[in-house]
């Protein structure tokens, strides 16, 4: 086999993998505009699903109780992680490795066993009569859930960045008479503000995306995927193939986005590097 | 400051989140475990799981079957990826991820609509006189959304062991006589070994403790440890000691799959996350 055909070989191969992994996307995304509630004959094309999708107090609440949810859960997870990022960071080697171990808890157990876990919690905190009458499951659950899931993630982006920060800019700005407080907020938040940053965005969208841990502590509220559940479990309608390809447009988006933006911020930053090259050499 | 003392004191709050949110927890579903209803202790839980030793088989060799396919699917595709110029090997990283970010129970709703007996595969297959077959509420259905919720946990690892394969150690066996066999068995296998284990386990982990694929694709009669679980916790068999005794079943077996993947490179597994 020569490379021209090892690379045909390779093409074809990755076009057929990703179209194992779009096609049932797609297939969505086109039934979303059928007419009849049949999800394998096509009769016609409507936007009667994504009206009555926007008219369904179900899901619209559910979709409002996971943003606030995923806002609120990350922010708090967010402070919590970083604050804890820089406490960790000024322990010894043996006490680090300790807590980052039972840190990785909750991201390499499985899903399933940390919703029980915290659900048990909960159970036994209800015996000992915290709670009251109305018991403790609901927001403050989910919450506390949501919190715990997503704080790892803080410390495991927010450390490898603490970690590689130059100490002597922060000793620098000590010696010029800055008070560590003020070096603190100057020195050292400034550059971890990126790692920060999109530490609470995975946060959000792990929080948005979770089913399985908030299933198990959700008492009778529901997020955005415990609705989508509830619906795939009724006699199933053609609104969450419109909700799926809203939300794929909606991802879609972002990433284009994101992406753009990225690339042009990669453009600026080489034109300013040979700028300044030209300029140098101009001198 | 970065290492004085008084900064100890920020990582406080979450040092006591931490022991009461993930440490007790555990501690607490092993003495529901080893507990009666009325919180006497008992072996009877653990005892009783040997009844339901069919479902924790069926979901080892489901969620094994689904990593071996995953690992055949995804090894090509890390392996192109990582060939390809830096520019679109970016595109196609994005690609792999989209489906990912899409909720796992509308990817899996998907597969319903096309599995189903009236479906549209079967319709499609209808067209040329042949089936229809009976796809949705078999064990293969079950793999078939396991293999597509978590192919993408297996080609990031794999492709980022890859890209760290120096084109020019495959180019040097094929000059002494390396045929494409063995440079796949010699070169890229043990060189991407930290990738395996990181992918292997990023998939196995979740298809063994899954309940939302087997209940939407397998029917009713393809229960998983993920099912019994949730029935005991949530379901109609309300029972949370028996529910604790399975769940610590399911902790032991995925940390001895992980006592033996973790001996590779750990690192493989922040670049995912």
New interface residues.
């Given amino acids: ?1 020569n490379k021209r055909q090892s690379r045909l070989l ?2 074809t ?2 076009v057929l ?2 179209c ?6 797609a ?2 995304i086109v ?1 979303s505009f059928n007419e009849s509630k049949s ?3 096509w009769t016609g094309f409507t936007l009667d699903w994504y009206r009555s999708l926007f008219h369904n107090d179900m899901i619209l609440s559910a979709l409002a109780l996971s943003l606030v949810l995923a806002l609120v859960s990350s922010i708090i997870a967010t402070v ?2 970083t ?9 010894g080697r043996k006490t680090q490795l300790l ?1 980052n171990n ?2 990785y ?9 940390t919703g ?6 909960f ?2 905190a209800q015996h000992f009569g915290i709670g009251g009458e109305g018991g403790v499951f609901g927001w403050p659950t989910l919450m ?1 859930a949501h ?2 899931f997503n ?1 790892p ?1 803080v ?3 927010v450390g ?1 960045k603490l970690r590689q ?1 130059d ?1 002597s800019i ?1 000793n620098a700005a000590l010696d010029l008479g800055c008070t ?1 407080k003020q ?2 907020f100057k020195v ?1 938040m400034p550059q971890l503000t990126p790692a920060i940053l999109s530490a609470f965005l ?1 946060c959000l ?1 792990y929080s948005i ?1 979770d ?1 399985m841990i908030s ?2 502590n959700s008492g009778t509220m529901q997020t ?2 415990i609705a ?2 509830s619906m ?1 479990r009724k006699k ?1 309608s053609p609104e ?1 193939n419109a ?2 390809s809203i ?2 447009i909606v ?2 988006a972002i ?1 284009l986005i994101s ?1 753009h933006m990225d690339s042009r911020q990669y453009r600026k930053a080489q034109t300013a590097v040979r700028t300044a090259m030209a300029e140098e050499g101009g001198q | 400051m970065l290492r004085s003392q008084t900064s100890r004191w920020a990582a406080a709050p979450y040092l006591i989140w931490m022991g009461i949110f993930i440490v007790v927890p555990l501690f607490i579903v092993i003495f529901y475990a080893m507990t009666t209803a009325e919180g006497a202790f008992t072996l009877d839980n653990l005892a009783q799981i040997g009844r339901y030793s069919s479902v924790f088989a069926r979901s080892l060799i489901l969620a094994a079957e689904a990593t071996v396919i995953c690992l055949i699917l995804a090894f090509p595709v890390g392996y192109s990826l990582s060939r390809l110029r830096a520019n679109k090997q970016h595109i196609m990283l994005m690609l792999v991820m989209l489906p990912m970010w899409m909720n796992f129970l509308l990817r899996t709703y998907a597969w319903m609509t096309l599995l189903e007996n009236n479906g549209l595969i079967n319709r499609f297959l209808g067209l040329f006189g042949i089936g229809p077959f009976p796809m949705i509420n078999t064990a293969g259905a079950v793999v078939l959304g396991m293999v597509y919720n978590y192919l993408p946990y297996m080609i990031l690892p794999l492709y980022t062991a890859m890209t760290k394969i120096d084109d020019s150690i495959v180019e040097a066996a094929q000059d002494l006589g390396c045929n494409t066999g063995n440079i796949l068995l010699r070169i890229l296998i043990p060189l991407s070994s930290p990738g395996i284990a990181t992918g292997i386990t990023m998939v196995f982990v979740p298809s063994v403790s899954t309940f939302i694929i087997s209940r939407m694709l397998g029917g009713g009669s393809n229960l998983l440890i993920g099912d019994l679980i949730e029935l005991q916790f949530l379901g109609n068999s309300y029972n949370l000691n028996l529910g604790s005794a399975m769940s610590l079943v399911l902790m032991i077996i995925v940390l001895v799959l992980m006592s033996f993947t973790s001996s590779f490179d750990e690192s493989e597994m922040e670049g995912v996350m």
Wanted: avoid cysteine; aromatic fraction near 16%; proline fraction near 8%.
């Fill in positions: 086999m390779q093409r191969y990755l993998i990703f194992f992994m779009y096609l049932p996307i297939v969505m039934f999800r394998a004959l919590l992680g604050l804890a990022t820089i406490g960790i960071n000024s322990m807590i039972i840190s808890v909750p991201v390499v157990n499985p899903e399933i066993i029980v876990s915290l659900m048990l919690l159970v036994m506390i919190i715990t704080v993630y410390i495991f982006n490898p920060l100490p922060y560590p070096a603190f050292i995975i969208t995306d089913f299933y198990f955005l995927p989508i559940y795939t199933v969450i909700l799926s939300m794929f991802i879609l990433i992406n």
